[in-house]
């Protein structure tokens, strides 16, 4: 009892907030999302840095009623900013997996799936030579700072406790959400093109050619044009993550600016 006495109840509610904001957000990032990655390092890495943030979190009394259900609807709103900063990261990488996705069902790829560490299912080939350039290009780009600097705003602009669903944030997380076809279209739109004059062009040799057997000849010939097109279509990736990261900052700002109340 005289240990349980030494934990201020206010102090040990404030870190289970912190705690429960940065573990939701750290957990989305593609890294630590992954199934391979051991789960005791993804709590000790989620405590760690909920110890260092809750250092610095103000703490205000007024806003921790003693019942239950309020504090655990606070709980919630925690989860929620933590949620919606990591879901604009998430559709980032989604619309490279997409591009993979649809470069692989052009090539004929559909059908070669290889397991996904990451997430424990079969996914395509392109699909994750796609995912970890995109992942390392984010990397190289520090892209990872970013995310440490908004988990630090986040406190700063959305108290613990001071989380408003605000009615501009759904919009901003929409936009996010229509940017993911729009970049799976930028990165596979070059080898779609390509695959569709080869696709075009072998349609002529069996219209004016019929003896030559298109079929045998067809499926290598995708695929080794679609794998050097797609090496070529590799700086879009890197092109079109710079193009993220860069007003990623501002779009985590402005939304942590909207939970907070606007």
């Known amino acids: 009892m005289e240990l349980l006495d030494l934990i201020d109840p206010i102090r040990f509610r404030t870190f289970m907030l912190v705690l429960a904001r940065v573990s939701v957000f750290l957990f989305l990032f593609p890294i630590f999302s992954s199934s391979a990655f051991p789960n005791q390092l993804k709590i000790g890495l989620a405590l ?27 709980l919630g709103a925690e989860i929620l900013v933590g949620f919606t900063l990591g879901l604009c990261l998430r559709i980032f990488f989604a619309g490279v997996q997409m591009a993979g996705e649809l470069i692989g069902f052009q090539v ?35 892209g990872h700072h970013i995310i440490i600097m908004s988990m630090i705003d986040s406190f700063e602009l959305v108290p613990v406790g001071g989380f408003v669903m605000h009615a501009a944030i759904p919009p901003r997380v929409m936009d996010v959400a229509a940017g ?6 930028k990165i596979s739109a070059p080898v779609i093109a390509v695959l ?42 890197a092109i079109v993550s710079r193009d993220y990261i860069e007003p990623c900052r501002k779009l985590f700002l402005a939304l942590l600016f909207y939970m907070g109340g606007g």
């Open 48 to 74: 760690v840095l909920a110890l260092l943030f809750y250092t610095v979190v103000p703490v205000d009394p007024a806003r921790f009623p003693r019942d239950i259900p309020t504090f655990g609807l606070m």
């Open 180 to 185: 993911l076809f729009v970049d799976a279209v």
């Open 108 to 142: 004929g790829f559909s059908m070669i799936n290889v397991m996904d560490p990451q997430s424990g299912e079969n996914v395509s080939i392109m699909d994750q030579i796609g995912y970890w350039v995109c992942l390392i290009i984010f990397l190289v780009l520090n």
């Open 196 to 237: 569709t004059f080869v696709n075009t062009g072998f349609g002529l040799v069996a219209k004016f050619s019929p003896q030559t057997n298109v079929m045998i000849v067809a499926f290598p010939v995708k695929i080794v044009v679609g794998l050097i097109f797609f090496a070529m279509t590799l700086p879009i990736i």
